[in-house]
């Protein structure tokens, strides 16, 4: 699993740009963003003016994008027909 999500490269595609494209496309603030994450919006308000986020933070950015805005960016990490959760075989 860890190896997908490198590949998919979700660390390194959030900026506070395209979090405001992604706020911007749910006619949400930021802050409201970060309320669906559950992230303090002290916390939200530090890494937008560092215009960087940890992983876990761009992971539930991705999920949210991939979830609610899958065909209207182009550069979404995932294409159609991808999956974003790598199935488990046994």
Known sequence: MDNHYLKLGIHDIWTARRLKRLAGYLNETEYEIAS??????????KYLAKDSFPPIVSWCLTLLEVCLARDVFPDCPVEPGEEFFPSIRQ
């Not at 669906?36 to 308000?45: A, D, G, Q, V, W």
Request: aromatic content about 0%; overall charge positive.
């Open 36 to 45: 669906r994450i559950m992230l303090p919006h002290k916390e939200m308000k």
